[in-house]
């Protein structure tokens, strides 16, 4: 059984370009939450996705772009990079009952030049 | 706002020895969870521990409890007989419940756990 998946591992950008960090949440799963993770800091909630809508989102600005598919892979993307903008960035899935446990993934560390 | 806060930055133990990890919490919610979550340098963040707010009974999972004190919004992680896989980050983190709209988990900054041989 598949756990969540996330890709690219590493990317590295230049200032003002845009990126793609994709997620594949665990199998039987419908919800996907974005975390972004500073270096020596606890994440911060982007943002959820249930039924391929927003269903939450926290303080990030709308250079931060979410996406979900019908079959619950998510799709997290980024305008306009700037340099704050290097992070680790989590996925998490859950069955989207209020007390589902979080899984996540290993991460996408970005790296903005 | 909800808050989390991790006062221990760093912390080292000896192997097979007891160590206790703090955090402390804000908030006003009187039905709400409590995570400890474990990021080794893999960086996957695994769920150690969880504790409902409503269950008096201390949580517990094998080497793992924790020591709930609701009243004075304290939840301290108990690691017993130290093992050298238990070196990582750990984090505290909080999620309202009967979360509707509201989901999402707040996390403190960590403690770095080092394991000595």
């Known amino acids: 059984d598949a756990g969540v998946t996330q890709s690219p591992t590493h990317l590295i950008k230049t200032r003002g370009q845009q990126v793609t960090l994709r997620c594949s949440p665990k199998?039987?799963?419908?919800?996907v939450s974005w975390y972004q993770q500073a270096l020596g800091q606890g994440p911060q909630f982007i943002f959820q996705?249930?039924?391929?809508?927003?269903?939450q989102r926290g303080n990030f600005p709308d250079r931060f772009s979410g996406h979900q598919f019908p079959n619950y892979s998510s799709e997290l993307n980024v305008n306009a990079l700037l340099l704050g903008d290097s992070a680790l960035y989590l996925c998490?899935?859950?069955?989207?009952?209020?007390?589902?446990?979080?899984?996540f993934g290993e991460g996408s560390r970005l790296t903005v030049l | 706002a909800q808050t989390v806060t991790q006062s221990q930055p760093e912390m080292s133990v000896q192997e097979a020895e007891t160590v206790t990890l703090s955090c402390t919490y804000d908030?006003?919610?009187?039905?709400?969870?409590l995570f400890w979550y474990k990021q080794p340098p893999s960086r996957q963040m695994i769920l150690v521990i969880r504790?409902?707010?409503?269950k008096q009974q201390n949580a517990t999972e094998n080497r793992f409890s924790v020591n709930f004190q609701k009243a004075a919004k304290s939840f301290s992680l108990k690691i017993s007989d130290s093992q050298l896989g238990d070196a990582a980050m750990y984090f505290c983190?909080?999620?309202?419940?009967?979360?509707?709209?509201?989901?999402?988990?707040?996390w403190g900054l960590g403690t770095s756990l080092g394991v000595n041989p």
């Open positions: 998490a899935s859950s069955l989207g009952s209020e007390t589902g446990e979080l899984f």
């Open positions: 199998s039987g799963h419908d919800t």
């Open positions: 996705y249930y039924e391929e809508e927003e269903r």
């Open positions: 908030t006003s919610e009187s039905d709400y969870y």
């Open positions: 504790q409902e707010a409503y």
């Open positions: 983190a909080y999620r309202r419940g009967n979360a509707g709209n509201n989901r999402k988990l707040i």
